[in-house]
């Protein structure tokens, strides 16, 4: 099928399933809150903002046993790579850029692995228990937010007291390969003290990694503890201080490359030992009010195979300020601040990176506001670098809304690239240029269809280059020549049919040009998913994954799961839900395995 085709096919499947219509369904786990907590430096109401969002929180991220990764995949621009079960690696890509150039923040604490090759957050082994919201930014924000904010930004927020009091939370799951997980969430809130919570516990002893359809045997399970907390006190009206965490403790077993063998070991596994702390303070002087905030993140990574252990041990330590205030008659907003991030690897060194920027947010009549920010980073190791970024919405009607940005960003060399023991210390920066161009068409509070063109363009690229022999030891990374550009579409809406049927849709078109080793994505990306709700209260969901002209010569596939709640008690829901419910063959990165049909049932419950 020629590519204009599978666009038209793609584009009018998903526009047949968001024409105008009133639509209300309060139970989606699928809404679009008012506002954005990444977009411009502060918490914004999205129709002012002109940067591509989604957000996704409530019961869609309440199953213990449900991969992160599996909840971003239904996003436009995103596309997951799993090497295997629960605990492999899973690399998330926005708008065709690999995960090194998607920073991670968990509670405001970058989780990129400090010590890896190219770092980038790992979302294996991360679930949605003891989260609250999980916010997607698209596109260049290195005018905010600094190195490898190139295509995007994720950003995690554990378990937040939303209510008065003491409230609990609970939910246990089991099913396919002996899952079982459990989690357990306190929350408590009053005029001067937010605290919350929670604890997660998974068991599971997954199938084997390389794909068994190509002869391997041996399941590779996981095992994994996370606990996270929040601490506030409202000192006054204009002073909070605070603290939040979270600690994780995992093991996970893989495969070597060459799969399993009679005869060899099979000992392969991962563990993980991280942690993340942050202090904030926000107070006000005058009409200034600011935001400073220090941050650890450690992570302690062993890897072993066939009785050899590798330790990858790494820490970043950042302190930020922020300081926003009103200007001008017309409520505009000046946002401006500076950071200082020292990353350090065992055995590879470390680098310091200093920036300060500046953001202007300005409206320019009752329909249109427009952002400019502007940003000056100094990395210890190759200088300093300038990146700016405009964008802005115009709300053509209350219901219509046109949205635009452009942009440049950069990610500086990692450590291991720098000092490893295939780096290069004389390695500079990459480079690259972002642009996007929307329209959102609304009908009432939750019913949209969304499109958005965009551009990436990276260049100065770090890949691998085995300098031209045909020793290995000769290998390293090194700046190679050529471009990597990424162009394409992304479609999402919602409609609902009648009060208790809703439809939902995400679709990307991605063109690949690719010189530099980047990872290449599916041209085709489609979810769709539908919704009901019975008399009996009695919730089905029934979603769609298909991706078509992939890279690496593999093949299409589509896959169905089911999931279906029902109300127990006022406080209690009891669910099924199934993947793959085809029982598909099928791989998202060569060579590895995933799930055949499988079904887990669950209880979760709130006090």
Request: net charge negative; no cysteine.
């Amino acid at each position: 099928m020629t590519r204009p085709l599978h666009l038209l096919i793609a584009t009018t499947a998903l526009g047949s399933a968001v024409l105008p219509a009133a639509a209300q369904e309060a139970s989606t786990p699928y809404m679009l809150p008012e506002i954005t907590i990444l977009a411009a430096g502060e918490t914004t109401d999205l129709d002012r903002s002109g940067s591509s969002v989604s957000v996704v929180e409530g019961y869609a991220l309440q199953t213990p046993a449900r991969p992160v990764s599996a909840v971003l995949q239904d996003m436009p621009g995103v596309t997951v790579r799993r090497s295997g079960p629960l605990g492999t690696t899973a690399s998330v890509s926005v708008r065709g850029a690999p995960g090194q150039y998607v920073p991670v923040l968990i509670d405001g604490i970058d989780v990129s692995d400090p010590a890896a090759g190219q770092p980038s957050f790992d979302f294996g082994g991360l679930t949605g228990t003891g989260i609250g919201r999980i916010e997607l930014l698209r596109g260049a924000q290195s005018a905010l937010y600094g190195s490898r904010a190139v295509s995007g930004i994720v950003d995690i927020r554990s378990l937040r007291p939303t209510e008065d009091g003491f409230h609990h939370s609970f939910g246990i799951e089991a099913g396919s390969y002996d899952t079982l997980a459990a989690s357990y969430g306190l929350t408590y809130r009053d005029a001067a003290t937010e605290l919350a919570f929670s604890a997660s516990r998974i068991k599971t002893d997954g199938f084997s990694a390389r794909d068994e359809n190509d002869g391997n045997f041996e399941t590779d399970g996981y095992d994994a503890t996370r606990l996270s907390f929040y601490a506030a006190r409202h000192i006054d009206d204009q002073t909070t201080i605070g603290l939040n965490g979270f600690s994780t403790d995992s093991t996970g077993n893989f495969d070597e490359f060459g799969g399993d063998t009679f005869g060899t070991p099979g000992d392969e596994f991962n563990t993980l030992k991280a942690y993340g702390l942050r202090a904030f303070a926000e107070f006000t002087t005058g009409s200034v009010e600011h935001d400073l905030s220090l941050t650890r993140y450690r992570s302690d990574r062993i890897s072993s195979s066939n009785g050899v252990a590798d330790a990858f041990d790494g820490t970043r330590t950042k302190l930020s300020w922020q300081g926003a205030t009103d200007i001008g008659a017309a409520g505009g907003r000046l946002i401006f601040g500076a950071d200082r991030e020292k990353e350090k690897a065992e055995g590879n060194g470390e680098a310091t990176l200093t920036g300060a920027f500046a953001e202007i947010a300005m409206p320019f009549g009752p329909d249109v506001d427009v952002n400019l920010s502007v940003r000056r980073d100094d990395h210890s190791r190759f200088g300093g670098f300038t990146s700016a970024r405009m964008s802005g919405v115009w709300r053509a009607r209350p219901d219509l809304l046109v949205r635009a940005s452009v942009g440049n960003g950069f990610r500086a060399p990692s450590l291991y690239e720098l000092f490893g023991p295939f780096g290069d210390a004389s390695l500079e920066r990459e480079d690259s240029l972002s642009a996007e161009l929307g329209v959102e068409k609304r009908w009432g509070d939750d019913a949209h269809l969304r499109a958005t063109a965009f551009l990436l363009n990276a260049d100065n690229m770090i890949g691998w280059d085995d300098r031209g022999t045909d020793d290995w030891s000769d290998d390293g990374y090194n700046q190679v020549e050529g471009k990597s550009r990424r162009r394409g579409v992304e479609i999402d809406g919602r409609y609902a049919l009648a009060e208790r049927f809703s439809l939902t849709g995400a679709y990307t078109y991605t063109d690949n040009v690719d010189s530099t080793g980047w990872a290449d994505v599916a041209e085709h990306v489609l979810t769709l998913g539908a919704e009901t709700t019975f008399a009996t209260g009695t919730v089905a969901g029934l979603s769609l994954h298909h991706e078509a002209d992939r890279a690496l010569d593999l093949p299409s596939f589509a896959t169905v799961d089911l999931s279906l709640s029902h109300p127990l008690t006022d406080q209690a829901t009891g669910y099924i839900r199934v993947e793959n419910l085809l029982d598909r063959e099928y791989q998202l990165n060569d060579g590895y395995g995933t799930s055949d049909r499988a079904f887990y049932v669950g209880l979760r419950a709130g006090f």
